[in-house]
């Protein structure tokens, strides 16, 4: 082949391949927001509804806008205190306000997600210099997560319902039980999520160079004192992310907020799932708007930390 | 850090005489020192996961019911495990949940490739695709089995879209999806999907943007066409990324749990159990502890097969990953 002939093929080439690139591309965009669609119809139908009065809620055909826009939902999940007639539906002893739950909620998320954050960061130092608990404790530490919550809901509940209130009362005369407490919640949510927060961390703590560490020591700073003014400065924001991820999987936790506690703990997910009444049926309107005030502040918290989902989510095994 | 060493140097030699100091001195030892947060975790996970085990072990021995008095209970032997290993409701929820898991990640795994793969070859648009497919990912599992509880009732958006093809053949355009038994386990895998593809497809993202250019360039320059260089680089390449994504989503999948009580309460009929809704309802609802106990601990031994092979995978593509032995 001449090098004329090269270069006429080669322009041939390159007008097929724009061509097949618009036709591409074009494809591609409409896949993409086909899925798009996809995503946000759930989402658009639950702020929706949330906005719709009770008669619209169930309609055929559906109202894809609420007709007559109401913030009556809004209004009664926010109510204080007692209904006043105007606001509650009927006569049920449903609790309808969210301030309980939203409460229970960032009190426990919170203070577990603290307590795990603090033991995770300082055993993922542990592992990372010292290579504590040898070289597979990494993996039995996964392991911990990966059991399937009910098998370990089920050994809760009787360790806290059961077993600790007899084993009191027998040793000390008096009947103490975690069940439906906040302590007790907050201990297995510190638990479950452990794991996260030692695999989140070791990948932080794994990139701080050890020679920086070895310096200050030489200069004769105390193990404490290294751990506080070099190491942690370093991985802050390493932790932020760590916490504010643990948090949002805390914030998600259903079967064992189900199953742990009953009456007087309610966090806001096992508050959802409570809108049934025998009168109404389930009241989705209501429900709609808790889940919206529900969603919001983790997806913004989430979308904060986009860049170290995938790190969260995979156990560090994926970095970047 | 120089301030680090004109603080510690000189105060070292007044510190070392108070007991105080020294047992600070003591922790910092190495030997201790390393030890510290070790034996705290260790301590919670005694506390909280290792005994409640052995004592669940030890009620899944007995006979004994919630509703009476704990010391009414008597010890029988394996008689549990006997009534959990002969209990069809048992083995079918959990080949229930490995079916749901089968096809839910089977689907996931195929939509968040393509997914990825089509935004990794956008240029501007990139940003804003990955921020609005992540979204699914972050909302509260439970708000997604009422969403599309939502969706799927008997005059909900859906049968809206269905009714204009219903009506033609004469159908009922308000259909009940979810009192149909595969209707409603189709509407739980399409749930876990909706929420879940989210996952896979950060997960092949990361592993397109992390994909060695020069590799795939090289194969384009000597004249691989784009299926070649898709098979037999891309693809390969992809390997660790695609089994990090197959384990994580497996196992996560076999705990499905919230949709399941949002969109069906395990209904029609046993149709859409699975084996955490059946334990849950078996010990919540029928207060059949010991069944529990018992059935939660063979779960266990069923699983921990499952479990050491995934996390065993994981590690390996990790060093895969990483390159280092």
Known sequence: ???????????????????????????????????????????FWMVSTSFKDSGEWVAWPPH????????????????????????????????????????????????ASLLALLLGTFLAYSISRFNVGGKYFRHTILMIRMIPPIVIAIA???????????????????????????????????????????????TFIDEVPYTLEHAARLMGAG????????????????????????????????????????????TLTVLLNKFQSAAEGRLYGPQAAIGTVVTIPVVILGLLIQKHLVKGFSFGTIRK | MVEVSTSAVPLADAERRSPVSRFARWLASERVFRLIPFVMVEALF?????????????????????????ETARFTGLENYETVLTSDQFWLALGRTFYFAGFAVALELVLGFVLAMLVSRCTWSKKVYTTIFLIPMMIVPIVVGYNFSMIYIDSGPLNQILAPFLERFGIDPRIRWLSHPVAAQWAIIL????????????????????????????????????????????????????????????????KLFDPV??????????????????LWEQVWVFNKFSFGAAASILL???????????????VSQRRAVEGSP
């Open chain 2, 46 to 70: 005694i506390l909280v996961v290792l005994i409640p085990f052995v004592l669940t072990v030890w009620i899944s021995l007995l006979k004994w019911r919630a509703n009476r008095p704990f």
């Open chain 1, 223 to 266: 193990r404490f004192e290294v751990l506080r003014r070099i190491v942690l400065p370093l991985v802050a924001s390493g932790m932020v992310v760590t916490f504010l991820f643990v948090f949002i999987l805390n914030w998600a936790e259903f079967l064992l907020a189900l199953t742990l506690t009953h009456p007087e703990v309610t």
């Open chain 2, 300 to 314: 266990l031994f069923i699983f921990s097969a499952l479990i050491f092979f995934g996390v065993y995978m994981l």
């Open chain 1, 156 to 202: 809760i509940l009787i360790y806290y319902a059961i077993i600790i209130p007899y084993a009191t009362s027998a040793l000390f005369g008096v009947r103490v039980s975690l069940f439906d407490t906040y302590i007790g919640l907050v201990l297995i949510y510190t638990v479950t999520t452990l794991p996260f927060v030692i695999w989140m961390m070791l």
């Open chain 1, 64 to 111: 894809w806008l609420p007709h007559e826009p109401t913030l009556h939902n809004y209004a009664q999940i926010f109510a204080f205190g007692a209904l006043d007639p105007t606001l509650s539906r009927q006569a049920t002893e449903q609790a309808f306000t969210i301030w309980k739950g939203l409460g229970d909620a960032m009190l426990v998320c919170t203070s």
């Open chain 2, 261 to 278: 009580v949002l969109l069906t309460f395990g209904g029609p009929g046993t149709s859409t159990q699975t084996v955490a809704y059946f």
């Open chain 1, 1 to 43: 082949m001449t090098s004329a002939q090269a270069d006429i093929a080669a322009k041939g080439a390159r007008a097929r391949k724009v061509r097949r690139g618009r036709v591409h591309r074009i494809v591609r965009h409409a896949a993409l927001l086909a899925w798009t669609a996809f995503i946000t119809f759930p989402i």
């Open chain 2, 191 to 254: 749930a876990d999907v909706w929420q879940w593809t989210s996952l896979t497809f950060l997960i092949f993202l990361s592993g397109f943007a992390a994909l060695p250019r020069q590799l795939v360039n090289a194969a384009r320059v000597m004249g691989a066409s784009p299926w070649q260089t898709f098979w037999r680089v891309e693809l390969p390449l992809l390997k660790p990324a695609i089994v990090i994504a197959v384990i994580i989503r497996s196992m996560e999948a076999l």
